[in-house]
């Protein structure tokens, strides 16, 4: 499978109110890490979809910050830094939801925020966890990232190795591989940068009302897709939704950028069945 990668999340957040480009280039990036105090490759491994690494570094520019970053080949994938509409994605969705028995699937399991949100609820009693990268889920697994513990000590979560799109797209499975296709109560997916702008050419496919349509079957009555983008809310994709979901909103969430002292901005869509 071709990987297009998702860049470092600062270089392509929207910069609010500024049409430049922010001053934090993928070049500059590296200049910086060569000048770390603590630079720490943890693992790098070679998959089917490009090599695969996890670094800690301190940032001399945040006060010697540690961050954990993932590179696909020569792509970030994800940064420790920038987390907060990823926790917002859970977040804004279970909002959304009452009741105390709550099943939550996430697609894209990155550094784990997205995921560890949902183990904050105590309303979830089951979070599925879907990562196609193997490496990813051995991170977590062995405590060589910060949220690895919380989510694998947590007997409430489970971590799946698989193609998110080929699981969700399947009538036939649960979102576990079972042959028991059990509904949930929300889907959270942050693995393409938008829905416009896929890892994977082929996920394509996922963000049209047949995909759409095979999520909402998979959710329970009133459940919640949720869907994390780099870009801003897309009218055209907002009418994709309501063509397939009984109701749908678009949320900015804003966080500040200290590499460009500026605010930056990702975009949470929500999706509801009928109840
Ligand atoms: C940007 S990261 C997710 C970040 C995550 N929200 C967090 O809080 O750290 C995207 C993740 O999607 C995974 N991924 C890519 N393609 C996938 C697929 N087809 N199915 C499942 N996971 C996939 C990548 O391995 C990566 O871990």
Not at 151 to 166: G, M, V, Y
Not at 179 to 206: C, E, M, Q, Y
Not at 219 to 243: A, I, K, N, Q, T
């Amino acid at each position: 499978m071709q990987l297009g990668l998702k860049p470092v999340k600062p270089h392509s957040k929207t910069i609010k109110n500024h049409s430049v480009k922010p001053p934090f280039h993928r070049h500059a990036f590296h200049r910086i890490n060569a000048l770390s105090i603590d630079f720490k490759e943890l693992d790098y491994q070679k998959t089917p979809l490009g090599d695969i690494s996890l670094r800690r570094r301190s940032e001399p520019r945040l006060d010697d910050r540690v961050l954990y970053e993932v590179k696909l080949g020569d792509e970030f994938l994800m940064s420790s830094l920038f987390t907060e509409a990823e926790r917002q994605l859970t977040h804004l969705a279970l909002a959304e939801l009452n009741g105390d028995d709550l099943q939550v699937v996430v697609g894209g399991l990155g550094l784990g925020y997205t995921a560890a949100a949902a183990l904050e609820h105590s309303a979830v009693t089951s979070l599925i966890v879907i990562d196609v990268m193997a490496p990813v889920i051995d991170w977590h697994r062995r405590g060589l990232v910060p949220l690895g513990k919380t989510l694998t000590d947590d007997p409430r979560c489970q971590l799946i190795e698989a193609d998110f799109f080929a699981v969700s797209t399947n009538p036939d499975i649960g979102f576990d591989g079972s042959a028991k296709n059990s509904r949930v109560h929300a889907v959270l997916v942050d693995i393409d940068h938008s829905p416009s702008r896929w890892l994977n050419p082929g996920n394509g496919t996922f963000y049209t009302a047949v995909g759409l349509s095979s999520i909402a079957r998979k959710l329970l009555p009133g459940g919640v897709f949720g869907l994390w983008s780099d870009d801003p809310d897309d009218d055209r994709f907002m009418e994709l939704l309501s063509s397939v979901f009984h109701t749908v909103s678009a949320h900015e969430v804003a966080f500040e950028n200290p590499y460009t002292d500026a605010e930056s901005t990702n975009t949470v869509y929500l999706a509801r069945t009928p109840n």
